[in-house]
T-cell receptor, first 112, second 112 residues
């Protein structure tokens, strides 16, 4: 049972490049989340989804887009990467509040 | 802005001692959760306490919730070197919020 899988695990981008981070879960969870983690800032919610075909903004959505075309996948896109988006990105899934969230292992993204 | 704020930011203790971490939040909540993150890994849920509960235990973990003070504490008893990690509280605001919002975390070091 894989749980929550994030792809890729590491990536270096040049400023202005685009990329998509993939999150896949095999637990049939309705809710999925994207967070970023920066030193001293904890985890900040970027976007989330409460079901297939739905997305909503979190605390820091600017510069990111998301899509949830299939229930098991939640994609995070950076259209034009900036150095300020250098971070560790975590995806999580769950059955919705009040339940636990299950996290992936993270994607370390560096924008130079 | 982030819902939960952990205190202290860092805590260093000796093996066998108890560790207490606190979390304060700003708005009314439905539930409060505690998570653990080992260095370089994703978060793992520890315990969930509902807004109508005052205390909950799980093994060496004890969580209290005081909704009048908008605060929670996590007590780890008889700490071990393997408890070294960062600990985060997460809340979902009452009123139907679907967001799971994390604090900045407490970095716990347990010295052998």
């Amino acid at each position: 049972n894989a749980g929550v899988t994030q792809t890729p695990k590491f990536r270096v981008l040049k400023t202005g490049q685009s990329m998509t981070l993939l999150c896949a879960q095999d637990m049939n969870h309705e809710y999925m989340y994207w967070y970023r983690q920066d030193p001293g800032m904890g985890l900040r919610l970027i976007h989330y989804s409460v079901g297939e075909g739905t997305t909503a903004k979190g605390e820091v959505p600017d510069g990111y887009n998301v899509s949830r075309l299939k229930k098991q996948n939640f994609l995070l896109g950076l259209e034009s990467a900036a150095p300020s988006q250098t971070s560790v990105y975590f995806c999580a899934s769950g059955t919705g509040v009040p339940s636990y969230a299950f996290f992936g292992q993270g994607t370390r993204l560096t924008v130079v | 802005s982030q819902q939960g704020e952990e205190d202290p930011q860092a805590l260093s203790i000796q093996e066998g001692e108890n560790a207490t971490m606190n979390c304060s939040y700003k708005t009314s909540i439905n539930n409060l959760q505690w998570y653990r993150q080992n260095s370089g890994r994703g978060l793992v849920h520890l315990i969930l306490i509902r807004s109508n509960e005052r205390e909950k235990h799980s093994g060496r973990l004890r969580v209290t919730l005081d909704t009048s003070k908008k605060s929670s504490s996590l007590l780890i008893t008889a700490s071990r070197a393997a408890d070294t990690a960062s600990y985060f509280c997460a809340t979902d605001a009452s009123g139907g919020s679907e967001k799971l919002v994390f604090g900045k975390g407490t970095k716990l070091t347990v010295n052998p």
